[in-house]
């Protein structure tokens, strides 16, 4: 049984996340303990909540997760999630983030109604991302968010998928062992369930 660890920075409902991987045949543990951690065969960042907040929870447990991605582990981030893996966010002010993609996370354009929030397609740039496969270009997914990752110029290999809303941001970025999705695939119905059976899978190989 695959062993993942929702990593939890005490905010909002974990449920969610927990219920599809479970479905996805993963056994769930919710915590941020670093030994708990060590153990694991991946890690998930959930979509909830505030870069700010989160990057605190984060702070003390860098290292260790630094630690785990090098040796080969894999990591989901998801919505919020996938935003603390670049480099800094604006949200709040600046803060760091753990810097595993070089880019920096920007408030949506004015122009259109923030948050993004509903049922959204996805334009596929890489058919060989072990998360997208058997999913169809165009397919809908499910957004919440305000703020999205502008990847840097040495990044540009690592967008999978985009997405369009008054500005077009990436919405499945990966390097190495480390995916993420701007959507929630939890949310996303059978679409979002298949590419979380392709996460697991993956970890699988």
Not at 82 to 104: A, P
Not at 112 to 122: F, L, M, R
Not at 170 to 199: C, D, M, W, Y
């Amino acid at each position: 049984m695959v062993r993942v660890v929702v990593f939890d920075y005490a905010v909002g409902n974990l449920r969610s996340i927990k219920n599809g991987l479970e479905r996805s045949g993963a056994e769930v543990l919710i915590t941020s303990e670093i030994a708990e951690i060590k153990k694991a065969d991946a890690i998930v960042f959930p979509g909830v909540g505030a870069f700010p907040e989160a990057a605190k929870w984060l702070s003390s447990t860098a290292d260790p997760i630094k630690s785990f991605i090098a040796s080969g582990g894999a990591l989901l981030g998801i919505c919020l999630g996938m935003q603390l893996l670049l480099t800094m966010s604006t949200e709040g002010g600046l803060y760091k983030g753990l810097d595993y993609f070089k880019g920096l996370v920007v408030r949506l354009p004015s122009n259109v109604k923030i948050p993004h929030i509903g049922w959204n397609t996805i334009k596929i740039r890489d058919y060989g991302c072990p998360l997208l496969e058997d999913i169809s270009d165009g397919s809908l997914l499910y957004f919440v968010h305000s703020y999205y990752a502008k990847m840097s110029d040495v990044e540009v290999g690592s967008i999978d998928a985009e997405t369009l809303y008054g500005v077009v941001f990436p919405s499945v970025i990966s390097k190495g062992s480390v995916f993420a999705t701007q959507f929630h695939p939890e949310r996303s119905g059978e679409i979002g369930l298949k590419i979380l059976k392709n996460f697991i899978q993956y970890i699988r190989r």
